[in-house]
């Protein structure tokens, strides 16, 4: 079942509307028989670390999930990569947050040429009755 759940959450793009984590009640989600959540194009999504709840859109034709960051700045941390960022919303932007770089990836967009390398970072999110650790590559919209 946490495979099903994830291939759900992979497209995951953070829109600029975030909210304190006590302005959205969690909402319940339908279940399919096999297990699967069943979700609209853009739903509430808590990530638990930051206590930030924020509207995305979910993209069941992304392969990775995505958050909208500003101030990215890597850094070195016992030997291993790091990143410095700020969640960037309508209110302004978030505090700073300090993650480990699990990788970095390289993206190319059709309307666009070259590409763009990305840093890719995991927090615990929450859809609905569903929390589970989920990777992120850091844009700077």
Known sequence: MKYQIAALLFGLVFLPLCHAATDI?????????????????????????????????????????????????????????????RLAHQQGQSALIERAVVRTVKIIQSSSEGYERRYVVSMPITIGDVTMETEFTLRDR
């Open 25 to 85: 009640a969690s909402p319940v989600f339908e279940h399919a028989p096999n297990g699967k959540m069943i979700m609209g194009e853009k739903e509430w999504v808590r990530i638990d670390d930051l206590g930030v709840v924020a509207k995305a859109r979910v993209d069941t034709g992304a392969t990775t999930s995505s958050i909208s960051a500003v101030d990215i700045e890597p850094f070195e941390r016992d030997g291993k990569k790091w990143v410095k960022f």
